[in-house]
C-alpha cells in the first residue's frame, strides 16, 4: 500500500529544530520582557507542536480528512479558551453587586 | 484493486488503504477528544494564571528548570525514535522496530521516573504538595498553593498518560517479536505514535507554562 516513506534525515533535523527551540525557549525565559515573556514562550510552543504534528504525525502527508479533524480540535480547543477567558477577563467591568439582602427593591411595602 | 486479499486486510475493508485510513481518523477523533481533556486544564489555568499572577510567577520560580529542561530533551528524543520506529515498522524492519520500541520505553520511563522520583519527590520534601504539607511562607502563599495544584494536576495527568503509552508500546514490542507486523500490517505502530507523540505536544506546552514563567527571577 502508499505509505509515506520519509527518509530518516528528515526526522533529526525536525529532532534537532526541536531540541534548538527548546534551548532558545529556556534561554528567551530567563531575560525579563514582561509580559512578553508568555506570548514568546507560547509562539515557541506553538512552532515546535506544529513540526511534531507535521512531520513526527506525518499530517503533512495525510488526507484532506485528517487536516478537517486537526483543524476541527484546535477550533473547538479555541471556542473553549476565547470563551471561558472573555468571561472571566470582563467580569471586572461590571460593578460588582450588593450583598444578598441590601438590595434596594422593597419586595413587601 | 488486486484480486488476492491481503492477510492484513480486515473483511470489512475494501483495500489496506482505506483500512489506514479508518484507523488514522478513528485516532485522530480520539485525539481531538484528548486536546479538549487538557484544554479544560489549559483554560482553568489560564484563569488563574490571570488573577493571581504574582503567587504563579513566585511558584513557577520554585520549580527546577534544568531539570524540565532535561525532561523536554528526553521527551523529544523519545518522539524521534518514535517516529523512527513508525518508519521501519512500515519498512517491514522487525528488528530495527523493536530496537527503537526499546529505546522509546526506555526514555518513557526515565521521563516518568525523573518526573515522579527526583521532581515530585524534591517537592515533597520542600513541602510544596497541596493538602498534604503544603507550608510556603512569604506573599501570595495560597497563589502559590494554587499553582502548585495546577502543576500536580497537569504533570500528573501528563505522566499518567505517559504510563499509558509506555504500556501500550510494551505490548508492541510483545507483538512485535511475535512476528505480528510486517510491511502491510503496521497500523496499530503508527497509532501508537500518534498518541506518543501528542502525549509529546502536551509537555510542549506543559514546560513553558510550568516552568519558564517564573524562571527570570
Redesign the interface.
Known sequence: ???H??A?KT??T??AT??GL??L??YV?????GPL??VV??L??MC??SL??L???HLRW??R??HV??V???F??AI??AL??SD??TRPWTPAGKPWGTSNIQFNR | MSEVRSAALAEQFEDLDQQHEASSLGMWVFLATEIMFFGGLFAGYSVYRGLYFPGFDAGSALLNVKVGALNTALLLCSSLTMALGVRAATLGKRRELATFLVLTILLGLTFVGIKLGVEWHHDYLEHLAPGINFAYEGPNARAVELFFVFYFFMTGVHALHMVVGVSILAVLLWMTFRGRFGPERYNPVEMAGLYWHFVDIIWIFLYPLLYLIGAHH
Open positions: 500500500m502508499a505509505a516513506v520519509v530518516k526526522y533529526f525536525v529532532f526541536l531540541i527548546t534551548a525557549t529556556t525565559a530567563t531575560i525579563d520582557l515573556n508568555i514562550a507560547l515557541i510552543a515546535k507542536a511534531v504534528v512531520f513526527f504525525m495525510s488526507s480528512l485528517m479533524v486537526g476541527a480540535a484546535l473547538w480547543l473553549l479558551l471561558t477567558l472571566y477577563r
